[in-house]
Protein backbone atom coordinates (compact mmCIF):
# COMPACT_ATOMS: atom_id res chain seq x y z
CA UNK A 1 0.00 0.00 0.00
CA UNK A 2 1.78 3.30 -1.15
CA UNK A 3 4.97 1.28 -0.88
CA UNK A 4 4.81 0.36 2.63
CA UNK A 5 4.05 -3.58 4.09
CA UNK A 6 2.57 -2.42 7.82
CA UNK A 7 -0.19 0.01 8.69
CA UNK A 8 0.62 1.83 12.16
CA UNK A 9 -2.78 3.56 13.31
CA UNK A 10 -2.10 5.88 16.12
CA UNK A 11 -5.18 7.19 17.97
CA UNK A 12 -2.90 9.32 20.01
CA UNK A 13 -5.17 9.89 23.13
CA UNK A 14 -3.66 12.31 24.96
CA UNK A 15 -3.16 14.63 21.94
CA UNK A 16 -6.71 16.60 22.70
CA UNK A 17 -5.76 18.22 19.15
CA UNK A 18 -5.41 15.07 17.46
CA UNK A 19 -2.37 16.73 15.09
CA UNK A 20 0.59 17.62 17.02
CA UNK A 21 2.34 14.66 15.38
CA UNK A 22 1.18 15.17 12.15
CA UNK A 23 2.30 18.31 12.20
CA UNK A 24 5.49 17.72 13.31
CA UNK A 25 6.31 15.34 10.93
CA UNK A 26 5.58 17.29 7.84
CA UNK A 27 7.53 20.23 9.74
CA UNK A 28 10.72 17.81 10.45
CA UNK A 29 9.95 16.73 6.47
CA UNK A 30 11.75 20.50 5.32
CA UNK A 31 14.54 20.48 7.77
CA UNK A 32 17.98 19.65 6.20
CA UNK A 33 19.98 16.28 7.59
CA UNK A 34 17.02 15.63 9.71
CA UNK A 35 14.72 11.86 8.36
CA UNK A 36 11.42 12.12 8.97
CA UNK A 37 8.61 9.79 8.70
CA UNK A 38 5.26 9.90 6.19
CA UNK A 39 1.87 10.44 8.35
CA UNK A 40 -1.48 10.57 7.26
CA UNK A 41 -4.68 10.95 8.76
CA UNK A 42 -7.24 7.80 8.43
CA UNK A 43 -10.89 7.32 8.98
CA UNK A 44 -10.60 3.95 11.03
CA UNK A 45 -14.12 1.44 10.17
CA UNK A 46 -13.91 -1.99 10.94
CA UNK A 47 -16.58 -4.52 9.99
CA UNK A 48 -16.48 -7.88 11.72
CA UNK A 49 -19.35 -9.43 9.95
CA UNK A 50 -22.55 -7.06 11.53
CA UNK A 51 -21.75 -4.09 9.06
CA UNK A 52 -18.87 -1.27 9.59
CA UNK A 53 -18.48 0.09 12.74
CA UNK A 54 -16.93 3.91 12.79
CA UNK A 55 -13.94 4.03 15.17
CA UNK A 56 -12.51 7.70 14.49
CA UNK A 57 -9.88 9.41 13.57
CA UNK A 58 -6.52 7.78 13.52
CA UNK A 59 -2.98 8.97 11.97
CA UNK A 60 -1.32 6.30 9.99
CA UNK A 61 2.51 6.45 10.58
CA UNK A 62 5.16 4.99 8.54
CA UNK A 63 6.95 2.22 9.85
CA UNK A 64 11.01 2.42 9.78
CA UNK A 65 11.68 -0.89 8.62
CA UNK A 66 13.74 -1.94 5.23
CA UNK A 67 10.55 -0.74 3.57
CA UNK A 68 11.21 2.85 5.29
CA UNK A 69 14.90 2.20 3.25
CA UNK A 70 13.54 1.19 0.26
CA UNK A 71 11.72 3.79 -0.45
CA UNK A 72 14.04 6.32 -0.09
CA UNK A 73 16.36 4.36 -2.35
CA UNK A 74 18.93 3.29 1.30
CA UNK A 75 19.90 -0.07 1.51
CA UNK A 76 17.64 -2.45 2.59
CA UNK A 77 20.05 -3.93 4.89
CA UNK A 78 20.94 -0.68 6.90
CA UNK A 79 20.61 -0.91 11.01
CA UNK A 80 17.79 0.72 12.36
CA UNK A 81 17.51 0.70 15.79
CA UNK A 82 14.38 2.00 17.89
CA UNK A 83 14.85 3.53 21.58
CA UNK A 84 12.56 1.50 23.86
CA UNK A 85 14.89 2.82 27.38
CA UNK A 86 17.90 4.29 26.12
CA UNK A 87 19.95 7.04 27.65
CA UNK A 88 23.64 6.13 26.07
CA UNK A 89 24.86 4.63 29.66
CA UNK A 90 26.78 2.27 31.22
CA UNK A 91 24.15 -0.08 31.93
CA UNK A 92 23.06 0.16 27.93
CA UNK A 93 26.57 -0.94 27.21
CA UNK A 94 26.38 -4.11 29.47
CA UNK A 95 22.88 -4.44 27.40
CA UNK A 96 24.27 -4.31 23.81
CA UNK A 97 26.65 -6.83 23.75
CA UNK A 98 27.30 -8.73 20.70
CA UNK A 99 29.38 -11.77 19.89
CA UNK A 100 32.22 -11.87 16.92
CA UNK A 101 29.54 -11.77 14.02
CA UNK A 102 27.36 -9.00 15.66
CA UNK A 103 24.54 -11.27 17.08
CA UNK A 104 23.21 -10.11 20.51
CA UNK A 105 24.10 -12.39 23.45
CA UNK A 106 21.02 -11.48 24.63
CA UNK A 107 17.94 -10.53 22.35
CA UNK A 108 15.41 -9.89 24.53
CA UNK A 109 17.94 -8.43 26.78
CA UNK A 110 19.76 -5.73 24.02
CA UNK A 111 15.55 -5.10 22.65
CA UNK A 112 14.21 -3.52 26.06
CA UNK A 113 17.36 -0.96 25.26
CA UNK A 114 16.40 -0.92 21.53
CA UNK A 115 14.48 -2.90 19.43
CA UNK A 116 15.97 -3.97 15.98
CA UNK A 117 13.67 -2.84 13.39
CA UNK A 118 16.28 -3.94 10.69
CA UNK A 119 19.44 -5.30 10.49
CA UNK A 120 21.45 -8.54 11.85
CA UNK A 121 24.93 -7.32 12.53
CA UNK A 122 25.34 -4.57 15.32
CA UNK A 123 29.21 -4.46 15.83
CA UNK A 124 28.89 -0.70 15.07
CA UNK A 125 26.51 -0.50 17.48
CA UNK A 126 28.97 -2.05 20.12
CA UNK A 127 31.97 -0.42 18.69
CA UNK A 128 30.14 3.05 18.92
CA UNK A 129 28.70 2.36 22.63
CA UNK A 130 32.18 0.85 23.87
CA UNK A 131 34.08 4.01 22.27
CA UNK A 132 31.73 6.61 24.15
CA UNK A 133 32.86 4.97 27.58
CA UNK A 134 36.68 4.39 26.95
CA UNK A 135 38.04 7.22 29.70
CA UNK A 136 40.64 7.54 26.90
CA UNK A 137 38.72 8.67 24.22
CA UNK A 138 37.44 12.49 23.91
CA UNK A 139 33.91 13.15 23.38
CA UNK A 140 34.11 14.88 20.55
CA UNK A 141 36.31 12.21 18.81
CA UNK A 142 33.55 9.84 18.94
CA UNK A 143 31.10 12.15 17.95
CA UNK A 144 33.36 12.75 14.57
CA UNK A 145 33.76 9.32 14.36
CA UNK A 146 30.44 7.71 14.49
CA UNK A 147 28.08 10.72 14.06
CA UNK A 148 26.90 12.90 11.63
CA UNK A 149 27.51 16.47 13.62
CA UNK A 150 24.96 18.03 10.94
CA UNK A 151 21.98 15.41 11.73
CA UNK A 152 22.71 15.82 15.76
CA UNK A 153 22.66 19.99 15.32
CA UNK A 154 19.32 19.26 13.63
CA UNK A 155 17.84 16.64 15.79
CA UNK A 156 18.51 18.73 19.01
CA UNK A 157 17.65 22.22 17.62
CA UNK A 158 14.06 20.68 16.39
CA UNK A 159 13.61 19.27 19.43
CA UNK A 160 14.19 22.32 21.54
CA UNK A 161 12.13 24.51 18.91
CA UNK A 162 9.04 21.97 19.36
CA UNK A 163 9.47 21.10 22.89
CA UNK A 164 10.01 17.94 22.47
CA UNK A 165 11.14 17.00 25.63
CA UNK A 166 10.67 13.09 25.77
CA UNK A 167 13.22 12.28 23.86
CA UNK A 168 16.16 11.63 26.06
CA UNK A 169 15.63 7.61 26.85
CA UNK A 170 12.81 7.20 23.72
CA UNK A 171 11.22 8.74 21.25
CA UNK A 172 13.83 8.29 18.48
CA UNK A 173 15.21 5.57 16.09
CA UNK A 174 19.25 5.12 15.08
CA UNK A 175 20.15 4.63 11.93
CA UNK A 176 23.62 2.86 10.89
CA UNK A 177 23.96 2.46 6.99
CA UNK A 178 25.08 -0.76 6.13
CA UNK A 179 29.21 -0.70 6.09
CA UNK A 180 29.49 1.97 7.95
CA UNK A 181 30.11 3.18 11.11
CA UNK A 182 27.74 6.61 11.29
CA UNK A 183 25.05 6.70 13.26
CA UNK A 184 21.94 8.91 12.01
CA UNK A 185 19.00 10.06 14.54
CA UNK A 186 15.49 10.06 12.90
CA UNK A 187 12.75 11.46 15.52
CA UNK A 188 9.58 9.52 16.59
CA UNK A 189 6.44 10.13 18.18
CA UNK A 190 5.90 14.00 18.77
CA UNK A 191 2.19 14.06 20.24
CA UNK A 192 3.04 15.31 23.17
CA UNK A 193 5.43 18.15 21.17
CA UNK A 194 4.59 21.78 20.52
CA UNK A 195 4.04 23.01 24.03
CA UNK A 196 5.48 25.79 26.09
CA UNK A 197 8.80 26.04 27.36
CA UNK A 198 7.54 27.24 30.75
CA UNK A 199 11.38 28.35 33.05
CA UNK A 200 10.54 27.09 36.43
CA UNK A 201 10.53 29.15 39.59
CA UNK A 202 14.05 30.93 40.95
CA UNK A 203 13.66 28.76 44.21
CA UNK A 204 13.92 25.85 46.01
CA UNK A 205 11.20 23.97 46.78
CA UNK A 206 10.46 21.13 45.92
CA UNK A 207 8.00 21.73 43.22
CA UNK A 208 10.60 23.79 41.32
CA UNK A 209 13.89 21.69 41.35
CA UNK A 210 11.19 19.04 40.06
CA UNK A 211 10.69 21.18 37.57
CA UNK A 212 13.69 22.36 37.01
CA UNK A 213 15.76 18.66 36.08
CA UNK A 214 12.63 18.80 33.52
CA UNK A 215 13.58 22.10 31.33
CA UNK A 216 15.59 22.74 28.76
CA UNK A 217 19.11 21.34 28.94
CA UNK A 218 18.80 19.57 32.22
CA UNK A 219 17.04 16.69 30.34
CA UNK A 220 20.33 15.73 28.77
CA UNK A 221 21.70 14.71 32.46
CA UNK A 222 19.72 11.43 31.58
CA UNK A 223 21.41 10.79 28.90
CA UNK A 224 25.05 10.49 28.53
CA UNK A 225 25.50 11.70 25.02
CA UNK A 226 23.29 15.15 25.08
CA UNK A 227 25.20 15.55 28.54
CA UNK A 228 28.28 15.22 26.84
CA UNK A 229 26.79 17.57 23.47
CA UNK A 230 25.83 19.63 25.75
CA UNK A 231 29.02 20.34 27.52
CA UNK A 232 31.30 20.65 24.15
CA UNK A 233 32.50 24.47 23.68
CA UNK A 234 30.96 26.27 22.23
CA UNK A 235 27.92 24.41 21.18
CA UNK A 236 25.39 26.55 23.01
CA UNK A 237 26.00 29.02 19.98
CA UNK A 238 25.95 26.48 17.63
CA UNK A 239 22.30 25.58 19.28
CA UNK A 240 20.95 28.86 19.49
CA UNK A 241 22.07 29.91 15.86
CA UNK A 242 20.35 26.83 14.73
CA UNK A 243 17.17 27.35 15.97
CA UNK A 244 17.14 30.61 14.79
CA UNK A 245 18.03 29.57 11.41
CA UNK A 246 14.95 26.73 11.57
CA UNK A 247 12.39 29.42 13.02
CA UNK A 248 13.55 31.84 10.30
CA UNK A 249 13.12 29.80 7.30
CA UNK A 250 11.29 26.37 8.09
CA UNK A 251 9.23 26.60 11.42
CA UNK A 252 7.68 30.43 10.90
CA UNK A 253 4.34 31.83 11.69
CA UNK A 254 3.44 31.36 8.24
CA UNK A 255 4.04 27.89 7.90
CA UNK A 256 3.06 26.77 10.88
CA UNK A 257 -0.38 28.50 10.18
CA UNK A 258 -1.20 26.98 7.07
CA UNK A 259 -0.30 23.25 8.14
CA UNK A 260 -2.29 24.06 11.68
CA UNK A 261 -5.27 25.84 9.56
CA UNK A 262 -5.36 22.94 6.93
CA UNK A 263 -5.78 19.69 9.19
CA UNK A 264 -8.14 21.77 11.64
CA UNK A 265 -10.84 21.51 9.23
CA UNK A 266 -9.41 17.72 8.72
CA UNK A 267 -9.80 17.05 12.51
CA UNK A 268 -13.02 19.31 13.62
CA UNK A 269 -15.39 16.93 12.03
CA UNK A 270 -14.32 14.04 14.02
CA UNK A 271 -13.53 15.92 17.02
CA UNK A 272 -17.50 17.22 17.03
CA UNK A 273 -18.55 13.32 16.44
CA UNK A 274 -18.98 10.02 18.17
CA UNK A 275 -16.79 8.26 19.00
CA UNK A 276 -14.37 11.11 19.30
CA UNK A 277 -16.44 13.47 21.26
CA UNK A 278 -17.23 10.80 23.28
CA UNK A 279 -13.57 10.28 24.41
CA UNK A 280 -12.68 14.09 24.36
CA UNK A 281 -12.16 15.70 27.59
CA UNK A 282 -11.70 19.12 28.06
Do not use: C
Not at 1 to 15: A, C, I, S, T
Not at 31 to 60: A, C, K, M
Not at 77 to 91: G, I, T
Request: aromatic share 12%.
Amino acid sequence: WRGERHLQLNKHPFDLVRMRNKVAMDVMSEIPDLPSVRTQFVNLWIDNGEGPVDYGLFTHVEKVNKYYLRNREWNDDDNLYKAEFFRFNQNDLNNLRVDAEGEPLDEDLFETTLEIENGDDHRSLAAMMTALHNPDRSFQSVLDQYFDESNVLAWVATNILLRQNDAVRHNFILHNPVGSEKFYFIPWDYDAAMGTWREPPNDLSNDSLRQRVEYGYALAARNTFLENYYRQPGIHNEIVDAVADLRQNVVTDEAMASKVNRYIELVAPFQNRAPDSVNNTD
